[in-house]
């Protein structure tokens, strides 16, 4: 099965930027659709954005539209979560996750993945 491990997450200034990796292992990009999640501290788990199976297609939630980017570098098996202008509010703990079921789609819901990540903190402050 893939393995994940996210890395990239520390502290930065409101205003400022982060770039989040995630490390896919034994299966290549092209066979399963990704995603970001996110976990603010005393909250719920929610969807940050994803990208489709063949990397043509991209889903944001509507609080960091304009502001994230997600990319993937097919050679490195890596994905990328691009953070600019961060708030105070982005910071929670970061997780990307694979998902094998869907095929040209993107899911928000986390229970749709099938394999996750340890795990990044991103913290922002004021």
């Known amino acids: 099965q893939v393995q994940l491990v996210e890395s990239g997450g520390g502290l930065v200034q409101a205003g400022g930027s982060l770039r989040l990796s995630c490390a896919a292992s034994r299966l290549r990009f092209g066979s399963y659709s990704m995603g970001w999640f996110r976990q603010p501290p005393g909250k719920e788990q929610v969807f940050v954005g994803g990208?489709?199976?063949?990397?043509?297609?991209?889903l944001y939630a509507d609080s960091v539209k304009g502001r994230f980017t997600i990319s993937r570098d097919t050679t490195k098996n890596t994905m990328y979560l691009q953070m600019n202008n961060l708030k105070p509010e982005d910071t929670a703990l970061y997780y990307c996750?694979?998902?094998?079921?869907?095929?040209?789609?993107?899911?928000?819901?986390?229970?749709?993945?099938?394999?996750w990540g340890q795990g990044t903190q991103v913290t922002v402050s004021s």
């Open positions: 996750a694979a998902n094998f079921h869907v095929g040209s789609g993107i899911s928000r819901s986390s229970s749709d993945y099938d394999s």
């Open positions: 990208v489709s199976r063949t990397g043509g297609n991209t």
